[in-house]
């Protein structure tokens, strides 16, 4: 993984890119992968091009506007199912259901606060490609950052009947599907399977963590 130079946080720069795909739209849901991120971002952008100082001071008025479009762009039970992994089949259907919840609230928290101390020069959005199955796509994105540097993004999109909606991401080499299932994992070995005191401590900032410390290698997104 490309080692972050001093000043550039990655928790920063995580939490902007993918917050930056929350804006779109129902009527784009005939668009291809790619399309319909490059209108995401350019939707987003124009939100808070020049209130990040009022959104700074007015933090909750930002999350609503990120959980207003949550929704319509990322398949949260999708992503929940697979963060849980093996522990998903024997949780019930209530902590399934609250973990989506919670895991989505931790999302929310972490894009507002990236949203508004993000800075960067330049947003690519490449071609998209086709996944292992019809349903399924990819989309690069490179994300040059004031320093110069440039960041590669690659997002996971999935067919949800006529939408694409997507499921899971790599931030410079880092995939966040694979990350959070592992975070998961752990803490349900740490907690001797509890799944509601996993569920009820699961916060954002030990993910963030991690993520500012780096990974090691880890396999293509899901």
């Known amino acids: 993984m490309t080692t972050m130079r001093r000043g550039f946080s990655v928790y920063r720069w995580l939490a902007a890119v993918c917050g930056l795909l929350l804006m779109a739209s129902a009527a784009q ?5 790619e399309q319909l991120i490059r209108d995401s971002i350019s939707q987003l952008m124009g939100q808070i091009e020049g209130r990040k100082d009022y959104f700074a001071e007015h933090p909750d008025d930002l999350e609503a506007l990120v959980d207003e479009n949550l929704e319509r762009i990322a398949d949260f039970r999708y992503i ?3 963060v849980m992994g093996r522990y998903f089949r024997n949780a019930s259907p209530e902590q399934r259901s609250r973990f989506v919840d919670t895991f989505r609230q931790t999302l929310i928290d972490t894009y507002a606060r990236g949203l508004v101390t993000f800075d960067y020069r330049e947003l690519r959005v490449l071609e998209g490609t086709g996944g292992r199955y019809e349903d399924q796509a990819s989309v690069d994105m490179e994300v040059v950052a004031d320093n110069g540097e440039v960041y590669p ?4 999109l ?4 006529d939408q694409w909606k997507v499921v899971n991401v790599i931030v410079n080499g880092i995939n966040l599907g694979l990350t959070f299932r592992n975070q998961f994992d752990q803490a349900m070995r740490n907690n001797n399977r509890n799944y509601d005191k996993v569920i009820d401590e699961w916060a954002p900032e030990v993910a963030a963590e991690e993520l500012e410390q780096g990974s090691s290698s880890q396999g293509g997104a899901e």
């Open 80 to 82: 929940g199912a697979s």
């Open 29 to 33: 849901a005939q668009q291809k992968p």
């Open 153 to 156: 993004v690659s997002y996971t």
């Open 158 to 161: 999935r067919r949800d009947g």
